[in-house]
């Protein structure tokens, strides 16, 4: 399974970032990694960040409407973000869900929209620090998995991320065997539903992912990339993360 490293910029870029882009485009380039690189830049900077990396990187959304077009002020919809030059798409993400009180089935037909306009959907699951503490944390991702993955999921259309809600961006992060365990009970999860084919769908880890802990988190079994927050920003902070992707047997 080749892995994913993604970038999520959240709110943050504007036009003198794209240097960035064109930084991390040019070193994807020249060094090949094993991996496929993506950059999710503010939704203003998709159109010229798409350009800038020429297909040398995927260029992705952070978020998108259900409809393809209506009176939905300030939202965007999945072929809007297709036409501006965009692969792929994160739903779901728990600032989302937090935030804006997104639900379940909410986040699911964004992910429809997604593989509506040819876009790779990039479902966000995570438990809190109290659900983990609970012993709820199996459960809860169970649920959002089960609410937000629309039936037809494969490898083509659908990759999960799995952030501890408390990981992310606070410099905490749950130990390589808590790791490993939420990535394998995802795994069986979407066996259960989807079969022997949904093997390949690549579940990324997120959650406070730096240069320091990128290498030990991705070779743990059945993680197949990772969502990374503030070291994206930089381009050199991303370039030792997506380098220390393991080769592949």
């Not at 490993?180 to 079969?195: D, E, K, Q, V, Y």
């Not at 093997?199 to 969502?227: C, D, F, H, M």
């Amino acid at each position: 399974m080749r892995q994913l490293i993604a970038g999520n910029w959240k709110m943050n870029g504007i036009s003198a970032a794209l240097a960035d882009i064109e930084t991390i485009s040019e070193i994807a380039a020249t060094s090949a990694p094993d991996a496929d690189i993506l950059i999710c830049p503010p939704a203003t900077l998709i159109w010229r960040a798409a350009q800038t990396a020429a297909g040398r990187i995927g260029i992705g959304g952070q978020d998108c409407h259900p409809e393809i077009s209506g009176a939905f002020t300030g939202d965007i919809s999945a072929e809007m973000l297709r036409d501006a030059g965009a692969t792929a798409v994160i739903v779901g993400h728990s600032e989302r869900r937090q935030l804006h009180g997104e639900s379940n089935s909410f986040v699911s037909a964004k992910a429809s929209a997604a593989w509506r306009a040819g876009l790779l959907a990039i479902i966000c699951v995570g438990e809190t620090e109290a659900e983990r503490a609970s012993g709820d944390h199996l459960g809860v991702c169970k649920d959002q998995l089960s609410g937000s993955v629309p039936d037809g999921a494969d490898s083509t259309n659908t990759v999960v991320a799995y952030e501890p809600v408390w990981a992310i961006g606070t410099g905490k992060t749950p130990t390589m065997d808590d790791i490993g365990s939420m990535h394998a009970h995802i795994r069986r999860c979407l066996t259960a539903r989807f079969g022997s084919e949904s093997n390949a769908i690549r579940i990324l880890y997120g959650g406070s992912v730096k240069p320091t802990n990128a290498r030990e988190i991705l070779a743990v079994p059945e993680v197949g990339g990772a969502l990374v927050g503030g070291a994206s920003l930089k381009a050199e902070e991303f370039h030792r993360i997506f380098s220390a992707v393991p080769p592949r047997g």
